[in-house]
Nanobody, 123 residues
Framework: VQLQASGGGLVQPGGSLRLSCAAS????????MGWFRQAPGKEREFVAA????????YYADSVKGRFTISRDNAKNTVYLQMNSLKPEDTAVYYC?????????????????WGQGTQVTVSS
């Protein structure tokens, strides 16, 4: 099972990036999926999540109104559109399915962590 995040890079403040997360080896179409990020020296933090159907989405306050999560179950892929990027958005971004029952968006309730993608926001 692999979850591969891609689409990161270096962008100026105010710019945009679109991250993708593709799953291989199994399908996560029946799972809530989340995006998380981890900056150097900091704990992994929740960014956004989407229900299995795509009907419901949830965002951290720090990204609400700037980021949009979506999914294409036919492609087994989850996306994160990031607009109006700020230097504090700099981190490695990961996606993962919820693997523990509950409503908390703590990263410990998500699993199958794969390789993340680096996002750097700097002028």
């Amino acid at each position: 099972v692999q979850l591969q995040a891609s689409g990161g890079g270096l962008v100026q403040p105010g710019g945009s990036l679109r991250l993708s997360c593709a799953a291989s080896g199994r399908t996560f179409n029946n799972y809530e999926m989340g995006w998380f990020r981890q900056a150097p020296g900091k704990e992994r933090e929740f960014v956004a999540a989407i229900s299995w159907s795509g009907a419901s989405t949830y965002y951290a306050d720090s990204v609400k109104g700037r980021f949009t999560i979506s999914r294409d179950n036919a492609k087994n892929t989850v996306y994160l559109q990031m607009n109006s990027l700020k230097p504090e958005d700099t981190a490695v971004y990961y996606c993962a399915p919820r693997t523990r029952v509950g409503t908390s968006y703590n990263y410990q309730n998500f699993g199958f962590w794969g390789q993340g993608t680096q996002v750097t926001v700097s002028s």
